[in-house]
């Protein structure tokens, strides 16, 4: 029997291509750590799906590590994922599922976005950041934590560089979009705009984006565009996962996923809002699994009747890319 399984939790996309570098780059993960047991699966969009994902990580298998290869903590992160956790811990009680954060606002993402913007400073004309606007562009989410998560890094990178605007925008779901936020930069004096896309992979919203800056330049001829890749295949990405799993190994206080998402959970089932991937291969669970140990303990859940209090909503996106 295997000691442990990594699964590797993709979004999954309706551009095939999307899913098919997710597959590539865990097929470079494995490289990097020959002696991991490293398994994909995709919350929707793929015929691997959660549970599926799950049951093949479980079978023997003694502990699952689940690590989510996603930027953001919204309702895929805090309700989808546990919600098939839970499922695959009644069917195979003999294993140990533990769940990693989201990839997050955090330093090594920091250093790929740094990276990007001063790639494509190097591509201007006029290579003044004090002239330059700076545009961080997601996919936008209903849930303020992850939207707050972008404004964060935003926030970082005007810190660590010398642009003096550098503004958020989303493809959807939330505001402003990328339009505004070009428009607002050129009333301020703006002569160049970096579009900096906030994404992993490529994918429907991705190649949206692709136009939308064209269109823009259409709009605005005395501003020069630019937009950078998408994150992809990062030395900073495989780092970050490799320390989530790590951490999860050892037992590190940050190794789990923030208690913050059960409440959240609660309000989307009792309310019928339920998980996104519409996955039912595997039995849902009635009573809420989640125990409450120190805030960053590993995440090792056992199921208990008493459901928590409830004190906000947080209604469920339901963009795709």
Not at 127 to 144: H, N
Not at 249 to 265: I, N, T
Request: hydrophobic letters at 40%.
């Amino acid at each position: 029997m295997t000691t442990e399984t990594i699964l590797l939790v993709g979004h999954g996309s309706r551009e095939a291509s999307g899913n098919e570098e997710i597959e590539r780059f865990a097929a470079q993960w494995r490289q990097r750590q020959p002696g991991w047991r490293i398994e994909v699966c995709f919350i929707e969009f793929s015929e691997i799906t959660l549970s599926e994902g799950l049951r093949r990580a479980a079978t023997d298998a003694r502990r699952v590590m689940v690590v989510p290869l996603i930027l953001n903590a919204a309702g895929h992160v805090k309700m989808d994922i546990p919600q098939a956790i839970d499922a695959a811990r009644l069917c195979f009680p003999q294993v140990q599922f533990l769940y990693a954060p989201h990839l997050s606002a955090c330093d090594h993402i920091l250093s790929v976005v740094k990276r990007r913007l001063k790639g494509a400073m190097q591509a201007l004309d006029m290579p003044d950041p004090t002239t330059t606007g700076v545009v961080i562009l997601g996919r936008g989410s209903s849930d303020r934590q992850a939207n707050g998560e972008m404004a964060k890094m935003a926030r970082w990178l005007m810190e660590e560089t010398d642009h003096e605007l550098v503004d958020l925008a989303f493809t959807g779901i939330t505001w402003p979009r990328l339009e505004k936020t070009v428009q607002r930069q050129s009333l301020l004096g703006m002569t160049q705009v970096v579009v900096l896309p906030y994404y992993l992979f490529n994918g429907t919203l991705v190649e949206r984006i692709t136009k939308q800056v064209a269109n823009l330049k259409a709009q605005y001829p005395a501003i020069r565009f630019t937009s950078t890749a998408y994150f992809g295949f990062e030395r900073e990405i495989f780092e970050l996962l490799e320390q989530r799993v790590n951490d999860l190994k050892r037992g590190a206080p940050e190794s789990r996923m923030p208690c913050d998402g059960c409440k959240y959970r609660e309000f989307g089932v009792e309310n019928g809002m339920g998980g996104h991937h519409h996955d039912d291969a595997l039995p849902h669970p009635h009573d809420h699994a989640h125990e409450h140990p120190h805030p960053h303990a590993p995440v090792i859940v056992q199921i208990h009747p008493q459901p928590h209090a409830h004190d906000h909503t947080h209604p469920h996106e339901h963009a795709h890319p």
